[in-house]
């Protein structure tokens, strides 16, 4: 499990670091220019680091129903090696998809100008900037391909809380609710956010394009995930509990 979460610590910590220091930076200077490189690194850092949690996340939902519904079988199951090659794995699988949509993106010719209608480069909007639909068709392929790889992910994290669900509610203690609840709760919030989001950025209809909606999604779903994680999977942390009720107490004080 922890060996995980420090994957997936890495993986948020990328991910918002591809993003964020160039937004800020260019609202505080007051220059949004990005290279056509720049925009090129920045869209496959993304997609990668993006495509590598999905995987992890899903490698995780494994995880947890080894942890809960197979407890005495977890040590051979997941020992250190397999869990190893399933991080690697992961990595892996989200720089080949990363490659894959970057090159196919930029091979695209564009000429509906140069202004990109978000604060990162994102597909979507650059492909509004291709010379024709037919351009962009290709692209637009391997994106429900990939979607459809994602929603293979999301039934197997589904099918793997399924069979968590009916094992906790065969445990008779409510001291083993509670501990199986903890160990798979956070990770459920973290894809439900992920997963929930990312659905409604690349599948929204046209008819519900609005630039300040765009903003805000693409906010929920490349931001705050990355953020929210170490605070989500932290709060099994007794003493960072106890240290978050103090600010909170202190804070209605004032």
Known sequence: MYFFLLNLSLLDLGSISTTVPKAM?????????????ECAAQLFFFLFLISAECCL???????????????????????????AHMATAAWASGFLNALLHTANTFSVPLCQGNVVGQFFCEIPHILKLSCSHSDDLKE???????????????????????????????????????KAFSMSLPHLAVVSLVISTTIFTYLKPSSMYSPSL??????????????????IFSLRNQELKDALRKVMMGCFKH
């Open 214 to 231: 765009d903003l805000v999604v693409s906010v929920l779903y490349s931001v705050v995930p990355p953020a929210e994680n170490p605070l």
């Open 57 to 83: 996340l899903t490698i995780m939902s494994y995880d947890r129903y080894v942890a809960i519904c197979q407890p005495l079988h977890y040590g051979t199951l997941l020992g250190s090696r397999v869990c």
């Open 140 to 178: 637009v392929g391997l994106l429900v391909f990939s979607f459809c790889l994602a929603f293979c992910c999301f039934v197997f994290m589904v099918f793997s809380y399924v069979e968590i669900l009916r094992a906790v509610l065969r445990i008779p203690s409510q001291q083993g609710w509670h």
């Open 25 to 37: 930076a260019g609202s505080v200077t007051d220059n949004r220019s990005i290279s056509y490189t």
